[in-house]
């Protein structure tokens, strides 16, 4: 396994803690910290991803209903919820991670943390709206 992946599956964790009301932004990042000690880089990455999704959590939301046919975000599981997040996230604004790269990661850790049904679910969400912004130019 990658050590994005394992990275990955830590802000999917920390975004999981947060939306269970388990303290705010801040205090989840500092639990984080001081439970994993990570190194510098991985720390970096990590940081990044967890405050970009969750300062973009109410645009990305939208996005994904945008795109959910027939799906309320309330109704989509928390897990997979979050693993959209992070991927959308990652293909808007994170320019140096390959959109493919984005949405297979995403899709190998919902599975690992939900359901194959998710990782199906998830794939055909993100690459509708991956294929939406490619026509925008966004």
């Known amino acids: 396994m990658s050590t994005r992946r394992k990275q990955r599956e830590q802000v999917l964790k920390m975004l999981y803690q947060l939306e269970v009301g388990k303290g705010d932004a801040e205090d989840v990042?500092?639990?984080y910290l001081e439970e994993e000690k990570p190194e510098v880089e991985?720390?970096?990455?990590?940081?990044a991803l967890f405050f970009g999704v969750t300062e973009k959590t109410d645009e990305l939301d939208?996005?994904?209903e945008e795109f959910a046919d027939n799906w309320k975000l309330s109704r989509i599981a928390l897990v997979d919820k979050n693993v959209l997040r992070m991927s959308l996230y990652e293909i808007i604004y994170c320019d140096d991670i390959p959109n493919a790269v984005a949405i297979?990661?995403?899709v190998d850790i919902v599975k690992k943390f939900s359901?194959?049904?998710?990782?199906?679910f998830v794939n055909g969400l993100?690459?509708?709206i991956k294929n939406e912004l490619a026509k925008k130019g966004s």
């Not at 991985?42 to 940081?47: C, G, I, L």
Request: aromatic share 16%.
């Open 104 to 106: 297979n990661e995403a």
């Open 126 to 128: 993100l690459d509708k």
């Open 29 to 31: 990042f500092f639990f």
């Open 42 to 47: 991985t720390s970096r990455f990590v940081k």
């Open 115 to 120: 359901t194959e049904d998710s990782g199906k």
């Open 62 to 64: 939208k996005k994904i």
